[in-house]
């Protein structure tokens, strides 16, 4: 079982992360304001592209078939893997093949799902992040901290202490030097690497593209240099037509970063062709189920799946702009997370997760394709079975009791109030009550009245008369 | 016109002079207002935590309410929305109830939107010789899609500067019981908040929702700082 | 192929949903492809420069390179700017085409004509190459984007292991938005793998936020629009 609330306290109190989190959160927000603020017609976008997905979905078998039906006819293998360890397993299995040692891998958050990584390392394949941010965490030992920008919670002295433990060089502050030290670093083992892994940002069925975009250019290079390229693909990740690209690319590249589109966008789909002078002779796609298609057979919450993973809803969340991604200690953080961790693990695992938002809906006003987020949350709330909550089910059961009744409301207030009158000055509780308390250890309660309003004014009369204020 | 006025459990509870307030400001504009002790509460607690049957339970008491009301009027947008919003999904599948669910969740407002959409009113003739800041709550701003009907009402008060926040729109971590399952994050989420309205130099933070004032009250207070927090229907029927 | 059961298990979940949208909404109106085009590709830290004398900018780029020798995608490109294939230098095989840049003196050999030579295809030489030209198949206005084919002669490799990349796009080939281009040319002009829409060089903003321009792929993008 996976909680988040025993490490908030680390998170939440370490100075360093606060400031940076808050600056990174307010950059990132206002970069996708601005590049958002230039499209006359954002909400069209957002309607057409929820359109697409919740359409995709629902015939989301016969569209997977299409693609793979013309990524197989140009000669590309596509293997369905029904579960992580599918997928990992012929990863694996396809690197043995190839006697592979060296594997370069640029970013896909569904390779962190499934383990990849671990998975070749075990098989004594070393596994190289290729994107800068990943580098850095991969080199840190640590999971990413958000989706997007896996490293943004690194200081430069961060990431110079290092590069210079693991490149082998002493190197100092600058970016610049930083970054061309890992460009120098990571070009040897594009040439060397015997396969490449990338993600899949977007699926086009109908002519059967693949389409990674990125700004480095590593994904172009694991997907160009090395002899086999593997591409690790969510099953929801496809879209029906080549016309609905440029709505889907718009939407991601503003709502991830701001940009009005990313430095590269490569669409592939096959190995390279026998006239190409260079290119991966072998092309694998790799389709990932991993508990999607238990998502997509559940109605209500289907939508989760219409997620594009732009990170936004991250970007503009009160929560995760306190906490960070490795507070909620799952692959996916933030409010995408808290809805997709309990479906995919089974909210047993995660039964802090979906109750770990004050339902502000900023997430929902956010995302490109309109998921209603604060929505799902309430299902999740709803479905946690109450064995795991039975602290909070016996308070509801006595609360209800108490307020169904407007008699037995009124009296039982009379007498609490008097009770809690005892130990209550001011503005403090001088008993610790286990609720009261815990508002208690940061805030100061509210005075407590000597009337409720009832108690003032349960005899007005329509016209006006009674008490007076 | 005839009003119900619900005044919500919090708002009974513990800020009864709100209710006082919003009831002199309904009379001052002209209405009969009903006050029914037995709406008590509209269930969000218990909705938004994911328990319907306890909520069906609560909210079950509003539906005895206000029949004879042309409008029901709420000084808590959260509990708005709930009612608006949810209300009839806790009631669909009950033949009796749905339709007094419907007839209530079409009829209920929120105190600033009643005062600025229904009745055209946004001065109230008040007064408020004070610098203050406004404060949206999530559930106004995002379900209601209310925003600018309280400023328009601040901006008819005598003697009143209003001073926008940076980052108005931020939530202010209170988040029903997320205030008392994550204290830590809540409050973290609330000093933000606190830091911007402290910003702006304003004397009083002005807000719709008690529960939101409640939560910034409590932090302003733990941080000593003088401003303190006031609801909409507290300066609207101030006239010193 | 072993027949997987998930697109069945994907079948029984079908259940009801909106209908496919027919056309997507409408792109911006761009009254002047050509001048909003320059405007993106600078601002996405391109150096563009509109109908120059072809020879002079390379010779720019060639001095901001630092290098003396152009790398070509297509010998074609260079022969359509005056500068020929050496005779006897085409081949079958996988080859480099390279160049002097004009005007460059060789000191080795003054007064050798100015022509694109061939050499073997070769990753290693690649990796050293400063810059490489080549011709884009069109240009997107609203970014400031080119897509680059790199089917033969051309490779995946040259336009974006050279640190300093040259574009040549013609300006009749620019057009509004992609789904203008998509419109005009559809999926069969998009050959999977050897496409690549590029706009402006590599970059990243993954220390502190300060943006680097020059990570894995080019440091310097030139594009020189022809009419």
Redesign the interface.
Known sequence: MIR??PQ??RY?YDRHL?EVL?T?MA?AQQARDEAVAE???WE??RN?AR??K??T??????Y??ALADRI?S?GG??F?A?TAEDACNYVVETARRHSARTVVKSKTMLGEEIGINTALQKAGVEPVE????EF?VQLCQEPPFHII????H???QD?ARIFTQHLGQPLGED??E??AA??KA??EK??QADLGITGVNLAVA?????VVVE????A??S???PPVHIALMG?EKVI????????F?KLLTRSATGQ??????????????P?????PEEFHLV?V?NGR?RI??D?RK?ETLACIRCGACLNVC??Y???GGHAYRTVYQGPVGAVLMPQLLGPEQVPEH?????????C??ICPVKIDIPRLL?E?????PRRYRRG??LA??V??WT????GR??GI?AWGRRLLRLFYRD?RLALPLP?LG??Q?????????N????????N?S???GGNG? | MRVGLFVTCLVDQLFPRVGARTLQLLRLVGLEVVVDPRGVCCGQPAFNTGFTAEARRVARGLLDCWDDCDAVVAPSGSCVAMIRHHLLELFEDDPALKDTARSLAERTWELSDFLVNRLGITDVGARFSHVVTYHDSCHTLRELRIEKEPRLLLQEVRDLELVEMNDGNACCGFGGTFAVKFPDISSAIGNEKVRSIKATGAQFVVGGDVSCLMHIGGLLQRAALPIRPLHLAEVLTESS | MKQSVIPAKLRRSAGSAPPLPVEPPAGPDIADPVERFCREAEQAQARVRLRPDPLEALREAAVSAGTDTIYWQDPAAASALGIPLAGGESSAEPSLFYSAVPGAQDSEAPSAPLEVRRRPYDRRVISQVRLSVATARAGIAETGTVLESTLPPGGRLLPILAPHHVVLLPENEIYPTLGHYLQAWGAESLAPGSNLFMTGPSRTADIEKVLILGVHGPHRLWIFILS
Not at chain 1, 215 to 218: Q, V, W
Not at chain 1, 260 to 273: A, D, F, K
Not at chain 1, 275 to 279: A, H, I, R, S, T
């Open positions: 988040i609330r908030t306290a939440l606060q808050r990174t950059t499209v006359e017609n069209e976008l057409y359109q697409v919740l359409h979905l629902a015939h989301l078998g016969d997977l078939e197989s140009r293998r596509v369905w029904e290729t994107d800068l941010g850095i920008t896996p490293a943004f690194k200081t430069r990431v970016p610049e930083l970054t890992a460009r990571l070009r594009f040439l109908d002519s059967g593209h693949l700004n480095e250019g590593n172009r290079l997907l160009s240099a099953i029906p037509r080549l016309q609905d690209l440029p709505v690319l009005r589109i990313t430095s590269y966008v490569n669409l592939i789909g096959g190995p390279r062709c006239e190409e002078v260079d290119g389709l189920d298609s997509l057979a109605e289907r009160p929560v702009g306190r906490i979906p109750f770990a938002s004050t339902l502000c809906e900023a929902r006003d309430l999740l709330r709803r479905e946690l909070d089910a509801m059961r609360w209800a307020f169904e009744n407007a409301y009124a207030s503005g609720v815990r508002w250890s940061t805030r100061d309660l509210p005075r407590l009245p009337k409720t309003f009832y108690e003032e004014f349960s007005q329509a016209d006006g204020q």
